[in-house]
T-cell receptor
Framework: DQQVKQNSPSLSVQEGRISILNCDYT??????FLWYKKYPAEGPTFLIS?????DKNEDGRFTVFLNKSAKHLSLHIVPSQPGDSAVYFC????????????FGTGTQLKVEL | GAVVSQHPSWVICKSGTSVKIECRSL??????MFWYRQFPKQSLMLMAT?????????EQGVEKDKFLINHASLTLSTLTVTSAHPEDSSFYIC??????????????????FGPGTRLTVL
């Protein structure tokens, strides 16, 4: 039972454009969501998070939007840079980001010149 | 920032042997550490949660006698894969979290991940 889903396994975007990565969840108990970036054979790197009491959180080029009624969140990266090319995982928790996380399946982002 | 290290970064062993993987939080005290595994092109799957000084909590389907976890201090957790078999070959990743990290610019409500350990069992 995949409680956190990233339906797009891959995404290709031109440099300078906006990248939008999507994530859906099924467990209504989730109240904290995080996005991680991961390169092959490395651990995930924390990017940005959002609590369920908010619908938007912004940090530099990264913005996360949360739609609780739709159980959907998205990560916007603008402008996209070649260095952003990596696998992006969304993760969810029912008790804060410092506790048990359920990860999505990941989206491979490729930013092309 | 928060740095979590893992050692070794990769290991190859013979079937039947045991392998120990260390996870250290280098610049903060980790009240909780987590162990994940990742198969190729798949998501990270939580194996167990460990709190310093107490027994680890294992996820359903994870054999606690096969994957021994020790969290002896606030900066060190170890995962021992006992009697390893080829199906145990995977990428093992630890993470650490601490509610006391906020004073040094760290996000209090997140996990910081180690670089991972590639285990290959022949």
């Amino acid at each position: 039972d995949q409680q956190v889903k990233q339906n797009s396994p891959s995404l290709s975007v031109q440099e300078g454009r906006i990248s939008i990565l999507n994530c859906d969840y099924t467990n209504s108990m989730f109240d904290y969501f995080l996005w991680y970036k991961k390169y092959p054979a490395e651990g995930p790197t924390f990017l940005i998070s959002i609590s369920s009491i908010k619908d938007k959180n912004e940090d530099g080029r990264f913005t996360v939007f949360l739609n609780k009624s739709a159980k959907h969140l998205s990560l916007h990266i603008v402008p996209s840079q070649p260095g952003d090319s990596a696998v992006y995982f969304c993760a969810a928790s029912a008790s804060g980001g410092g506790n048990k996380l359920t990860f999505g399946t990941g989206t491979q982002l490729k930013v092309e010149l | 920032g928060a740095v979590v290290s893992q050692h070794p970064s990769w290991v190859i062993c013979k079937s039947g042997t045991s392998v120990k993987i260390e996870c250290r939080s280098l610049d903060f005290q980790a009240t909780t550490m987590f162990w994940y595994r990742q198969f190729p092109k798949q998501s990270l799957m939580l194996m167990a949660t460990s709190n310093e000084g107490s027994k680890a909590t294992y996820e359903q389907g994870v054999e606690k006698d096969k994957f021994l976890i020790n969290h002896a201090s606030l900066t060190l957790s170890t995962l021992t894969v006992t009697s390893a078999h080829p199906e145990d070959s995977s990428f093992y990743i630890c993470s650490a979290s601490s509610v006391r990290a906020s004073g040094r610019g760290l996000a209090t409500d997140t996990q910081y991940f180690g670089p991972g350990t590639r285990l290959t069992v022949l």
